[in-house]
Each structure stands twice: as structure tokens, then as C-alpha cells.
């Protein structure tokens, strides 16, 4: 076969390791995305392009955080490596430290230089030894064109088929070197908007209201299931106008149902098939399904500027200083929430705002008050606004020195990084004047007042109407509305030196070294609003309290190549790969080490392994995040698995100890030399985590309470103020043991295609990468805990492919990709039947259908080059050829809310449809 012609994104050289050594590739496996298949893909964000690789799964985007307001994360674009958590991927941008957007540490990827980077590296296995501490599951090295000389840019916009997310983008490069060749200067900035998709009502799996509900003909020896999924779920206990909420059983049974409509009108709510309080099934579904009809963001409007510099100057022949700056602003907005009163709140009836005819009927039952719930449609959606800025600075030398007789290499830097952050939760209900307004009477001359008003004249309440919409005024509005912000900012300093060298020779070549050390600290500060700081409770959604504490961790480590053999009969290669890092944190000192060994036969046929010891510091947001609420339900043990409404109060614990893992992996690699450009391998990968930082589900912790748990009792509280509904407060702790393990494989293959078809024109190359998660197991280690295991879940498919083909004949490049997921269960702890089911546990409970279908995605991708040397480009992007539908899965009937959340997994599916994007670019 004729040679094939060389192509630079495909097979690049990647060591994966702080060694430096010519033709050295490192034990631990490396996936490499290059500048081509990036451009290729054409999407706004390489994070978009990066998250498609089936090793990575589980990473925060837009998509998947556009709900979580009180933890910050809205907007971000940060990498999950094996879905281990974004916290345990280190991310570095040239071999250095990034500091994080959030409090997490996590580095959103589109803050970084987009139009500089030249490829991607992934080195998907415990690297805390070479590259330093928080890279339990791998490192993801984003690596940029520095010496880039020209101007160039790029104009894109596109759409989804459904017309809505309109966005554009521009970026601009400028490079030029100066004072003879010695200096170089780099300037790369960006600007890009996306309009977001506020109201989904268009794709047709909005409308069914689809949600897991309680099945209300349960018992334990009935052989029934405990829940059931249905389509058309709504509350039954309230409407957006308000409802009376008496249960079925209740001395106001006669009053269930009565609900009010525009202007305060009364109707009666057709209850459906399938009831369970405070959701149903059927019935009068439009008149509280919040799903559709109103905003509910699927993904959040979206602005960003980022802006990079970099100028470098030879002070020598073999040294060069550099300072870098980077600065990014980004904004978000999201509206998703309708709040949570669903039926915890009473009226009474001599509430002038309530129908006469109403209140006569409550009258005659000979009652005070009855229950009651409402979404508060007057007041309009509730949401998050985030903005968050960030300064990087970095001043940095890399030289050469000759030393003990051989030659050696300095890299020495200091990063200063700092990151801003005002989170919003707009039109957010006020609680104590919610709940004293809503309490009206008249004033002996007859007006409507607070009944707080009568005792206290001075107290300022203003009256609100709960009983229909359009009935109260902007000032009865904003008197129980607010927007309540914290306001964060977090710093990291970095002070790193490495140096490499080959100090001597041995029978089978040199023995490469790498030492240094590095210095790092962390640090939060900020205030929230002065009703938040008084207590996040005082609000139904929050940008809750800030994140206020510093931590310092300082490490030295040591790493070698040592071969074993060249060029002899039995061995093309043999080297062995070690390093040991000795890591202090404020808890004390930890060492963490690999040891690895890349075995080469004969050419074309490589065998590579490591294992490593590896750690992790709790991060700001582990240690020290400030108190923040979100709204959940679960099934109380206590009362038949009943869905009972929550607050989650989350915070940090400053008591956490370091993670430690270990991670083995084991491959092959296979580059036949009678088939040139043909590259395969494949790699068996386990981690174990112990002392794993992780944090119980509210449901969790309720199983354990009732199974005797006295701490986790010690967490669940009545909420002040309300009926039927508990706060429960959460932190994360130490769990027993995490651990996962899996199987990768890829690969490449480039050849003419005039190989295939005689006299065609051109190249073709096909990528395939796919990622089997054998095992993912979390085990609490708590009395009354069980271990779960994620692995096969939606959360976590057992299968993630890719394969993309690429032709390319100069002038044009046509691309195409499949991506996809295998099919999944909603948790491998539930059991699913119909009939016959046994009974059902707070740990396993029954499910009707728990299934999850497999998933395909088509997208197509087309370049067109002209002008001298193909400087000028048009193109073309599409995703999801097909608009294939995301996968129902079901919210309820505990965590986030059946009747308000959109039954989706963002993480895996994709739920925006067909996507099209186009635009140019040039290089002068």
C-alpha cells in the first residue's frame, strides 16, 4: 500500500509525563484532539467539541447547570473525566495551573483563547505524581500556538431548527515577533452571544408532561409497584391562580379541588386517574403544568468576552521570558422556577380576598383555616442571573543550562489568578412577607390590611391576593419579590519551577530526569445581600451565602525514564516510568507515586502500564461554601413513601480530609507498519477512591434517619412557617469508598483516496473512540447505607462511542460524526416490575419503568478553502441531522420537582435538537 500522507491532527507526539525525552511515549494513556478536528467541528465552544470524546461524560455546561443558582455553576463549561467528578480533572493551559471560575476550582473552558489552541491533550489516569495534586482522574492540557505570526479571525452565527438559541461569535488574532525575532507578541480576543431557549413549548417532548408519580394503590404485599411513570403530571394541590389543598380524607374533603382562575374566579380541578397529593395524573393538566406555556430554560442566555496577551522576549539564546494576561467576562440568565408552595401554606376565611362563596363553605365546615397551595402566577418566573469576571496573570522563563555534564531544562513560572462572581436569584419570593401578606383582613374603616398590620401599624406590610392571577398590583408584587445576590471572589497564586535532563547513560540509552516543586494557595471572600446574611431560609431560591476561607498546599516531586532496552532481540523498547510527589497540605503531608512501563516488541506493537497513588485536597467549595438552598421533595419511610416537599440547606465542612486514590491501567497500542496511518489501542482502566468526598441525596439521608441514623435525624427539621414540608441540611463528607473501572478504545486511520478509489483527489481519515464503564460503585460506609452503583444509569451509560470520517482534497473538507450512548436504567438500585412486585424499600424501591433507550446523533460538517494558500474559509456545521428527541427520563417523585422540571437528562441526551451554524474565517 502506498505510503499514506501525514496528517497532524491524527497521530501526534504526546508524552503525557513532565520527562522530557525525544520519541518517548509515556505508560499512561494520552488522547490527543487536534487544531483541525476542532475547526472542524465548527461549534461555539471547544468545550462543546471536547465533552463529544467518550471518556469524558458528566461535565458541567450550560446545559446542564442552567437550574443551579444557588451553587453558582449556570454557564459553566468545565471537563469530567470518566465521570469522576470536573474537581478531579485537572485542567492546564501550557502545562500550567488555570486558576477556577467558581468555587470549585473548576476551569471554564470557554474563558480560555479559543482561537489559539493547537491541540488537546487528555491523559485519561491518575497523574497526581507527575503533574501535582486534584488530577485523581486525569489531566486535560489545553496546549496554544504562542509563536503564532499573522492576523487572523473568525464570523460564525447560527440557530436550531426550531429558530430560537440564535447566537454569533468573532474572534481576532494578531502575532508578530519584534527586535530582530528575538521578542514575539500575541494578542487573541473573542466576543460571542447566545439568545438561550427560554420557552421549549415547540419540541414536541415538552408537551406530554411526562414525570414518575406514587402510586396511591400500593401496599407492600399487593404486588403493585410503588411508582409509576405517566404522562400528564401536574400539582393537584395547586394551581398558578392558587387552589385548596384538603386531602381526600380531611374534614375540608368537600373543599378539595376548588382552585381559582383569572380575576379570582373559582372552578373546580378535574382530578385525574392516578392522585397522589400533592401530584396527579390526567385530569385538568394545562391549568397547572408549568412545564410548558411559561419560561422554563432549557439552556440560559449566554454573553461572553475573552481577551488574551502574551509577549516573550530571548534575553539569550537558550532563555526566554514571558507575561501573559488573560481576562474574561461572562454573563448568564436563566428563568425556571415557579417556587414552593405546592401545599404548605393555610388561608383563612375571613380573608376579604377570598370569594364570599368560598368562605361561606369553609364557614360552615366550622374550620379556622384550611391548606392551600400556589405557584404565584402574578409574579412571573422566578430565575438567576450570574456574572462572573476573571484576571489571570503570569509571568514565567524557560531556558537551558548545561550541568554535571549534560544539558538541562528550566520551566519556572507565577500565576496570579482572580475570579469575580455576583449571583442573582431574581424575582424570588420573599418568605416572611410573603406569608404576611397573604394574611389579609379588613381594617375596622374597612380596608384590606395585613392582619400583622392591626398590632404593629407601622409594619409595612402590603396586602397580596393568592385567590386567581391578574388580581394583584405591582406594588402587592414587589412587595413580596426580591432579587437576593452574593457576591464572591476567589484567587489562586502559583509558584512553580520544573527541570528536566538526561544526567547519564546506561546500556539501553539515557535515563531522563524531571524534578521541581510548586507552591499554591487558595482563597474566598464575599458578602450577600443583607435579608440573605440575616438567613438563606427567607427566601424560596437563593444565590445563597458566600464562600469565606483559604487553604495552602505546597509539594515536591521527582520523576524518571529508565530504559531497559533498545534495539535488542527480544525488545524494541522496554523503559520504565516513576515519580513519587511529597504533597503538604494543612492535614499533613502526603506522598503520592506512579510506576509505569511502556514495553515495545517489535515496531507496531506496543504494551504499556501504570499504577499510581494519587490525592486530593477538599477544595474552597468542599471546605467553606456559605450556606445555600434548593427545592426537593422525597418519599417519607414514615408515611407510606409519601412525596413530601424540601429545602435543601447545603454548605461546606471545614473537617474534610484529603481523598486518596489509586488508579491501575494496562494497554495495548498497535501501529501496524504494512498498514501505514492505521493507529489502535486499547486500555483497561480502575480507580479507587478512599476517604472519597462526596455528598449524600436528600433521599439518602432520609432512609438513613429512619433506619436510626441519629446524625442524619439530626438534619431534617420542620420548615418555620410551613405545612407539610422539612428543612434538611447537607454537606459533604468523607465516604467510605468510590471506585470505578472501565475499558477505552480508539482508533485512527488516514489514507489517499485515491487508495480506495482510483484517481480521487484528496485524504480520508476515520477516528473512532469509545469508553465502556464496566463499574462505578460509591459506598457510604454509613450505618444503614447501602453502596450504589452508577455505572449502566442514565447518569452514567455503559457505552459512549464516537466515529467521525473526514475527506479532505485541499479546497473542500466534508465530515461526518456518530456519537451515542447505549441504553440505561434510571438506577441500578430500583427494581422494576408490573406485577408481582416484592415490597418496596426506602433502598430499592419498585419502579413500573426504569428503562432508557440508547441514543444516536448524526452531525455534518463542511469546509470550503480559497484565496492563496487557502487563507480564506467558509463553513458549515450541523448537529443532530436528524433533530433526534432527547430520552424521556422522568423527573419524581422525589429530588427535583415532577411538575416543574422538564423530563431530561441534559448531562447524556441531547435536548436542543437540530443545530445549524455557519460562518468564516481567514489567516493573512
Not at 487528555?122 to 503564532?148: M, R
Not at 481577551?307 to 436563566?334: C, K, P
Not at 527541570?499 to 521541581?516: C, K, R
Not at 474534610?656 to 496511518?677: D, K, Q
Amino acid at each position: 500500500m502506498p505510503a499514506a500522507e501525514p496528517a497532524e491532527d491524527v497521530l501526534i507526539q504526546v508524552i503525557g509525563t513532565r520527562v522530557v525525552r525525544d520519541g518517548y511515549q509515556s505508560p499512561t494513556p494520552v488522547s490527543v484532539v487536534g487544531a483541525d478536528e476542532i475547526a472542524r467541528s465548527a461549534t461555539p465552544n471547544v468545550a462543546d467539541y471536547v465533552n463529544t470524546l467518550p471518556a469524558i461524560s458528566g461535565s458541567s455546561t450550560p446545559r446542564t447547570t442552567v437550574a443551579q443558582v444557588g451553587a453558582g455553576r449556570q454557564g459553566i463549561n468545565s471537563i469530567n473525566l470518566r465521570g469522576i467528578g470536573d474537581v478531579r480533572t485537572l485542567t492546564l493551559l501550557d502545562g500550567r495551573r488555570v486558576g477556577g471560575m467558581i468555587n470549585t476550582g473548576a476551569v471554564d473552558v470557554s474563558s480560555l483563547p479559543q482561537q489559539l489552541i493547537t491541540r488537546v491533550d487528555v491523559v485519561t489516569g491518575g497523574a497526581s505524581a507527575s503533574y501535582g495534586s486534584d488530577a485523581l482522574s486525569g489531566v486535560v492540557n489545553f496546549v496554544l500556538d504562542t509563536k503564532y505570526t499573522g492576523f487572523k479571525g473568525m464570523v460564525a452565527g447560527g440557530a436550531t431548527t426550531y429558530g430560537d438559541n440564535r447566537n454569533w461569535q468573532v474572534q481576532l488574532t494578531w502575532g508578530t515577533a519584534f527586535a530582530g525575532g528575538r521578542g514575539h507578541f500575541l494578542l487573541s480576543g473573542e466576543v460571542a452571544h447566545e439568545d438561550g431557549i427560554y420557552n421549549a413549548d415547540n419540541r414536541r417532548w415538552t408537551q406530554d408532561g411526562w414525570a414518575y408519580i406514587n402510586n396511591p394503590a400500593y401496599t407492600a404485599t399487593n404486588g403493585q409497584p410503588r411508582v409509576l411513570l405517566r404522562p400528564q403530571v401536574a400539582l393537584s394541590t395547586a394551581t398558578l391562580g392558587g387552589a385548596i389543598a384538603c386531602s381526600a380524607t380531611s374534614n375540608c374533603s368537600s373543599l378539595r379541588g376548588v382552585a381559582f382562575g383569572p380575576g379570582g374566579t373559582p372552578y373546580n380541578l378535574v382530578f385525574g386517574p392516578i392522585v397522589s397529593d400533592p401530584i396527579m395524573a390526567g385530569g385538568t393538566f394545562a391549568d397547572n403544568n408549568v412545564r410548558t406555556g411559561v419560561d422554563n430554560n432549557i439552556l440560559p442566555d449566554q454573553s461572553r468576552r475573552n481577551l488574551f496577551g502574551r509577549i516573550s522576549y530571548d534575553v539569550a539564546d537558550d532563555w526566554n521570558v514571558y507575561v501573559e494576561a488573560m481576562y474574561a467576562h461572562q454573563s448568564t440568565d436563566t428563568r425556571y422556577y415557579y417556587g414552593n408552595f405546592p401545599n404548605n401554606l393555610t388561608v383563612r376565611p375571613e380573608n376579604p380576598f377570598m370569594p364570599a362563596s368560598i368562605a361561606a363553605r369553609i364557614t360552615a365546615l366550622g374550620l379556622t383555616s384550611v391548606p392551600f397551595g400556589t405557584l404565584k402566577g402574578d409574579n412571573g418566573a422566578s430565575g438567576a442571573n450570574a456574572q462572573r469576571g476573571y484576571n489571570r496573570g503570569v509571568v514565567g522563563v524557560d531556558g537551558k543550562f548545561a550541568a554535571f555534564g549534560s544539558d538541562w531544562s528550566l520551566k519556572a513560572y507565577y500565576q496570579y489568578a482572580r475570579a469575580t462572581m455576583t449571583n442573582t436569584a431574581t424575582r424570588a419570593t420573599l418568605l416572611p412577607n410573603f406569608r404576611q401578606a397573604i394574611d389579609a383582613v379588613r381594617a375596622p374603616n374597612g380596608s384590606i390590611i395585613c392582619r400583622s398590620t392591626l398590632t404593629n401599624p407601622t409594619d409595612g406590610c402590603v396586602p397580596y391576593n393568592v385567590f386567581g392571577t391578574g388580581v394583584n398590583s405591582q406594588a402587592q408584587i414587589n412587595y413580596v419579590i426580591g432579587d437576593p445576590f452574593r457576591s464572591d471572589v476567589y484567587k489562586q497564586n502559583v509558584v512553580s519551577i520544573n527541570i528536566a535532563g538526561e544526567p547519564f547513560d546506561i546500556w539501553a540509552g539515557p535515563v531522563s530526569l524531571a524534578f521541581g516543586a510548586e507552591h499554591r494557595t487558595q482563597s474566598a471572600t464575599g458578602f450577600a445581600d443583607a435579608i440573605t446574611t440575616q438567613s438563606p431560609g427567607n427566601w424560596d431560591t437563593t444565590g445563597g451565602l458566600p464562600t469565606i476561607g483559604s487553604y495552602k498546599i505546597s509539594d515536591v516531586y521527582i520523576e524518571t525514564v529508565v530504559p531497559l532496552a533498545k534495539d535488542a532481540s527480544w525488545a524494541k523498547s522496554l523503559n520504565l516510568n516513576a515519580a513519587t510527589r511529597a504533597v503538604k497540605y494543612g492535614s499533613g503531608t502526603y506522598m503520592t507515586w506512579k510506576l509505569g512501563a511502556e514495553y515495545a516488541p517489535f515496531d507496531g506493537l506496543r504494551v504499556r502500564g501504570v499504577a499510581s497513588r494519587d490525592v486530593r485536597e477538599a477544595n474552597l467549595a468542599d471546605r467553606f461554601a456559605g450556606v445555600f438552598q434548593s427545592q426537593a421533595s422525597f418519599q417519607d419511610p414514615n408515611r407510606n413513601g409519601a412525596a413530601t416537599t424540601a429545602r435543601s440547606l447545603a454548605s461546606g465542612n471545614p473537617d474534610l480530609e484529603p481523598e486518596l486514590g489509586r488508579t491501575y491501567s494496562a494497554g495495548v497500542v498497535v501501529a501496524p507498519g504494512f498498514m501505514p496511518g492505521f493507529n489502535a489501542s486499547i486500555d483497561y482502566y480502575k480507580v479507587d477512591i478512599t476517604q472519597a468526598i462526596g455528598t449524600l441525596t436528600i433521599q439518602q439521608l432520609v432512609n438513613l434517619c429512619f433506619a436510626g441514623n441519629q446524625t442524619a435525624c439530626a438534619r431534617i427539621t420542620a420548615t418555620p412557617g410551613a405545612v407539610n414540608q422539612f428543612d434538611i441540611v447537607n454537606a459533604p463528607i468523607n465516604l467510605a469508598t468510590e471506585s470505578t473501572q472501565g475499558l477505552d478504545f480508539e482508533v485512527s486511520y488516514r489514507f489517499r483516496a485515491a487508495d480506495v478509489v482510483p484517481g480521487m483527489d484528496g485524504s480520508v481519515a476515520i477516528r473512532a473512540l469509545a469508553t465502556h464503564f464496566l463499574d462505578y460503585t460509591v459506598d457510604p460506609g454509613l450505618p444503614g447505607s447501602i453502596p450504589t452503583a452508577r455505572a449502566g444509569t442514565v447518569n452514567l451509560p455503559a457505552w459512549r462511542y464516537s466515529l467521525a470520517i473526514n475527506y479532505d482534497n485541499g479546497p473542500v473538507s466534508l465530515s461526518g460524526t456518530l456519537r451515542g450512548i447505549s441504553s440505561s436504567v434510571l438506577s441500578n438500585e430500583f427494581i422494576e416490575c408490573t406485577t408481582g412486585c416484592p415490597a418496596s424499600t426506602g433502598n430499592n424501591p419498585t419502579y413500573d419503568s426504569i428503562q432508557m433507550p440508547a441514543a444516536a446523533y448524526i452531525d455534518f460538517a463542511a469546509t470550503y478553502r480559497f484565496g492563496e494558500n487557502g487563507k480564506y474559509q467558509l463553513f458549515f456545521n450541523v448537529r443532530n441531522i436528524t433533530n433526534k428527541d432527547p430520552a424521556i427520563v422522568a423527573a419524581g417523585p422525589t429530588g427535583f420537582q415532577s411538575w416543574n422540571n422538564q423530563p431530561i437528562s441534559a448531562g447524556q441526551y441531547d435536548t436542543i435538537g437540530r443545530s445549524f451554524r455557519a460562518g468564516f474565517r481567514f489567516a493573512l
